[in-house]
């Protein structure tokens, strides 16, 4: 199980520290970049992320709630652990997206809207090294968990496995200490968390406490 803290919840004004503070007990740092078109907020883009990498030691994680991934994919400075997802629904054609991130050299991941059905990236499962199942809608930290994400993150898993695929499985959205082990149970690998912990006055603590949860 691996924890990917969203600094969606962080000072804007204190990225850097803030995202120093909780990385060695993190596996990813999770980057929402929004453009204010395929969601109704805006966030940033390359140049803010870019300007952290190198002073950041742990993989990135860069969610792409964006129109044109296959156009501002490419600007990301990416490692080969990194992770870079677009949603299905931005787009007509996937497989270009995914090969663009790929030939980037990070690994690729579709990520889905609460509403979308999985039935719209099961053609593509064996392409992509991770599923971002989305269980609130993009655009905002501080929503709450949506409970019928818990049975598609079991669809998928079972999916997946039947497929004989190594797909790994993406939470985003509403995690907290209440439903982080549920979620886990039903079959996550990595899970994003932005309120619970940058929202909290100690986020260090509140990061080990999640992953207490999901490891006991
Ligand atoms: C929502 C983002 C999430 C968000 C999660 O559009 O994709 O990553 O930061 O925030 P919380 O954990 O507060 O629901
Ligand atoms: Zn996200």
Same mark, same amino acid.
């Given at each position: %199980?691996? $924890?990917?803290?969203? *600094?969606? #919840? ?13 990385s ?9 970049? %929004? ?6 907020? $805006? ?10 990498r190198? +002073? ?8 792409? %709630? &964006? ?9 990301? +400075? ?7 997802s677009?949603h299905?629904? @931005?787009?007509?054609d ?5 090969? =663009? &991130?790929?030939? @980037?050299?990070?690994?690729?991941g ?5 509403? =979308? ?7 593509? *499962? ?5 599923? *971002?199942? %989305? ?11 949506? @409970? ?22 993406e ?12 979620? #886990?149970? #039903? ?19 509140a990061l080990?406490?999640l ?6």
């Amino acid at each position: %199980m691996r $924890l990917a803290p969203s *600094l969606l #919840a962080a000072d804007f004004g204190r990225l850097l520290e803030q995202a120093q503070a909780v990385s060695d007990l993190s596996d990813y740092l999770h980057w929402d970049v %929004m453009d204010g078109h395929f969601v109704p907020n $805006l966030t940033f883009g390359p140049v803010v992320v870019n300007a952290l990498r190198d +002073k950041i030691s742990i993989p990135f994680d860069i969610h792409l %709630m &964006i129109a044109d991934p296959q156009r501002y994919a490419p600007h990301f +400075k990416v490692r080969s652990d990194d992770l870079v997802s677009f949603h299905v629904e @931005a787009v007509s054609d996937p497989i270009p997206v995914i090969e =663009t &991130i790929q030939k @980037a050299g990070a690994k690729a991941g579709i990520a889905l809207r609460p509403k =979308t059905p999985l039935s719209a990236v099961e053609r593509f *499962l064996d392409q992509i090294d991770f599923l *971002l199942i %989305m269980s609130v809608e993009p655009g905002f930290a501080g929503q709450s968990f949506i @409970a019928e994400t818990l049975e598609k993150i079991r669809q998928a898993k079972e999916l997946i496995s039947k497929k004989n695929l190594s797909v790994a499985i993406e939470v985003d959205g509403g995690v907290n200490a209440q439903n982080i082990r549920e979620i #886990a149970r #039903a079959g996550a690998d990595i899970i994003v968390a932005a309120s619970a912990i940058f929202g909290q006055s100690d986020p260090r603590a509140a990061l080990e406490q999640l992953r207490s949860l999901i490891i006991s």
